[in-house]
């Protein structure tokens, strides 16, 4: 763990200013409003070691693929979230002496994300060379009641002597992908204008061809508009004056950003200049309020109260706050990243932990229509998904969705992830399933869901082979959840997932022939379907599958072979070599037994019902001391597991780490970027595992257990159009119901 922010139950509070943080803080204090987002970077220049990033949702670039030996079915790129036009930026000169916090020394700098509130401030005072000492406050928000509009509030007061501000307000979009495969720039350069402190740039991706228009207009108190600068991709307004100790400098600076993606190309620009001149127009003030207001109503549902243990609460509330700046449901066309607007690694596209644990989030604190969008996203992908697996052999309308996209195309380029990773497919299937279970709306899945279904069981009933010395039906070369284990043959989790998958697929159309006849004939018209072919094919496969077992016990063996490892707990493993990723060479951790996250535990999780508690323990207690919980998606699995089992201990542990994985930095990448997906997670930790909650056919029921360092925890759930609130303290559980409002 890497520990230096203060605990607070709504704040993160960074108190010193530490370059060797600073990259983290960047990822930790970042800001998104659901349409783009941005790292907490210094508005006036730094020239230390840092990650500029500015992030608009659903812009990206088909980086051309980079690997040492090209593979048959490698994809030709891999998805890019673009590091856009950057906008806060204000440079500072006082008396001609530039502020560059790598060079110049502060004191008392405080760092500040109002969770509540959804703003960052910061404030320090500068030691210029000259002689001058100047407060410096900073804050700035991005409007979650207008999508389009971020707001900077920039002010300096000389201290101790009369001094000539400047300010350099910039729009930079001379900008480049950190992690860039060719080092190439993504962006082509359109536009650009600056007149008497309003300004715009405009560029347009590669290939993709999106159009980016970010304006900015300013309002000021103690210093006036003294010129413009223009090069290419770049603006700068210069605003200048001179103060005496004591007053105060105040810089308004009002953004607007629209990319074709909502309007044609042609009025990028203008529009921009327009949301940017409609927020000088309302104020700073009224802004901010309206932002507030609406971040208000976000908590309104989905906070979580845990009293008692700041530390809980503080990681539990930096999970939601995130998990609702990236994502709103909004628009089909965009997802999760799984960094969200923090960063760059993974490329910020979609990956299977949407459906796996960002669905059960977004339909229990919102409406349904928003999980709904996400299970729409995947259908206009279908054939998309149905051509990835053709690239790979498969035939017949089998779909394999990818494990990396941006549009439904495959563009993940390691070979035992693109692949074998194919449990995937899996969580696709089983988010369509939990979401008609919560939410009880079949319509979904009988209208759209039914042919993502089809195709996936396609795909599985592909994807095994019969094998005449088992005489079974067993999965070969595949890779799990659990990373640390490639190419292996018959993993369990997978193996389950693919037969759950056809009973599950089978299911729902018998459902459809029953219910619709005429329309179930027309289903099986349009994708070939010989129902009584397919379904004799789908039951011999869902009888005689092997699932890897170890003799005489209940233990579901992660895959063929394990039980050859050297079996150790990860407890005996030298604390200077954790984390193995960063430690060992990947042959050395492949031939380990040391588990990167949840593989077998996946399963049980998912599929709970399938198994009594005796089994449940048997393999929570031999595979989680094995787990190293290098995955961000693993600790909240084993918390809600360790909950159920009734180990406290152990739930409370796994909750902390995940609810403060990045506060803490538990795996060293704070750097990189957030891990936004599994922030969903700690919310299920809660949600599922201390309160219990599960689905028992209409109806939600709730095992709650209250950890012994907390007083009381609280949270809310969206339940088929009804609010139910539950209270769990030292008295005991308190629920109570109210009628959701739209």
């Known amino acids: 763990m890497i520990r230096y922010l203060k605990t607070d139950p709504w704040k993160i509070i960074e108190e010193g200013f530490n370059p060797q943080h600073h990259q983290s803080s960047e990822s930790i204090f970042s800001l998104g409003n659901g349409k783009f987002g941005q790292r907490a970077n210094h508005e006036e220049k730094y020239s230390g070691k840092h990650l500029q990033g500015s992030y608009v949702a659903g812009v990206y670039y088909p980086d051309k693929t980079r690997v040492g030996w090209w593979k048959n079915g490698y994809p030709e790129y891999f998805a890019k979230v673009l590091n856009a036009t950057a906008w806060s930026i204000i440079q500072v000169q006082v008396n001609g002496e530039e502020l560059d916090l790598a060079v110049t020394p502060v004191k008392d700098f405080v760092r500040e994300l109002d969770m509540q509130c959804g703003v960052l401030t910061r404030s320090f005072t500068a030691c210029f060379a000259n002689g001058v000492e100047c407060k410096v406050t900073a804050q700035r928000f991005l409007s979650m009641h207008n999508e389009n509009i971020a ?200 990956y299977w932990d949407t459906e796996a644990y960002c669905i059960p989030f977004y339909m229990a604190t919102k409406n349904q229509e928003v999980a709904r969008q996400l299970l729409n996203y995947r ?198 070599e954790r984390p193995i990723n960063q430690h060992w060479s990947w042959d050395r951790i492949l031939r380990s037994c040391f588990i990167k996250q949840a593989d077998v535990l996946q399963g049980i999780y998912f599929f709970e019902e399938d198994f009594d508690l005796a089994t449940i323990k048997a393999n929570f207690d031999f595979y989680e001391p094995m787990t190293v919980h290098e995955s961000s998606l693993s600790p909240c699995v084993h918390s809600i597991l360790a909950a159920q089992l009734g180990y406290e201990e152990k739930a409370v542990e796994m909750y902390m780490r995940t609810s403060r994985l990045d506060l803490d930095d538990y795996n060293h990448e704070a750097h990189e970027g957030l891990h936004i997906t599994s922030m969903a997670g700690t919310w299920m930790a809660v949600v599922q595992g201390f309160g219990g909650m599960r689905v028992k056919g209409d109806t939600l029921t709730f095992r709650p257990m209250l950890p012994q360092q907390w007083e009381s925890y609280q949270f809310r759930v969206n339940h088929r159009g009804v609010i139910k609130e539950v209270t769990v303290n030292r008295e005991g559980v308190v629920f109570s119901d109210r009628v959701a409002v739209e």
Not at 294 to 315: F, H, P, T
Not at 393 to 410: R, S
Not at 449 to 466: C, D, K, M, S, Y
Not at 488 to 497: E, K
Request: charged share 20%.
């Open 151 to 350: 707001a900077i509030r920039y002010s300096i007061t000389p201290l101790n002597a009369s001094a000539t501000i400047t300010f350099h307000s910039k729009l930079d979009g001379v900008v480049k992908n950190h992690d860039a495969n060719y080092d190439e720039f993504f962006w082509e350069y359109i536009h650009q204008e600056s007149n008497q402190g309003v300004g715009s740039v405009v560029t347009r991706t590669k290939k993709t061809a999106f159009e980016l228009a970010v304006a900015m207009c300013h309002d000021t108190q103690g210093v006036d508009w003294k010129s413009d600068d223009v090069a290419q991709a770049q603006v700068a307004c210069t605003f200048e004056g001179t103060l005496a100790a004591g007053e105060e400098a105040v810089l308004f600076k009002y953004v607007g950003i629209e990319n074709s993606l909502y309007q044609s190309k042609d009025k990028v620009n203008a529009v921009a200049h327009d949301h940017a001149a409609a927020a000088r127009h309302q104020g700073y003030t009224a802004l901010l309020q309206e932002h507030t207001a609406a971040w208000s109503r976000v908590w309104e549902m989905a906070d979580i109260v845990i009293k008692g243990d700041d530390e809980a609460q503080q990681g539990i509330r930096f999970n939601i706050f995130h998990l609702n700046q990236t994502y709103t449901g909004k628009d089909a066309r965009l997802n999760i990243g799984p960094k969200g607007f923090t960063g760059e690694k993974y490329g910020g596209s979609t």
């Open 379 to 576: 259908h206009v992908q279908l054939e998309r998904a149905i051509e990835n697996a053709a690239k790979l052999g498969f035939k017949h309308g089998a779909a394999l969705y990818p494990m990396v996209t941006m549009n439904g195309e495959e563009c993940h380029n390691e070979w035992e992830i693109t692949f074998e990773e194919i449990h995937r497919n899996g969580a696709i299937a089983y988010a369509i399933y939990n979401y008609t279970r919560y939410t009880g709306d079949a319509s979904y899945v009988m209208e759209k869901g039914w042919e993502v279904l089809l195709g996936i069981a396609r795909f599985w009933a592909q994807r095994v082979h019969w094998s005449a010395n088992k005489g079974m039906y067993v999965m070969h070369g595949v890779t799990g959840p659990n990373e640390y284990e490639n190419n292996v043959n018959n993993n369990w989790y997978t193996s389950y997932i693919a037969v759950w998958c056809l009973k599950y697929t089978a299911s729902i159309l018998d459902q459809m022939k029953v219910q619709d006849e005429a329309a179930f004939a027309d289903g099986c018209h349009k994708w070939q379907l010989d129902w009584p072919q397919e379904s004799a094919q789908w039951q011999d496969i869902i009888q005689k599958m092997y699932l890897p077992q170890q003799e005489g016990t209940s233990i579901f063996l992660q895959q063929d072979g394990f039980l050859d490892k050297v079996l150790m707990p990860a407890s005996e493993l030298d604390s200077a």
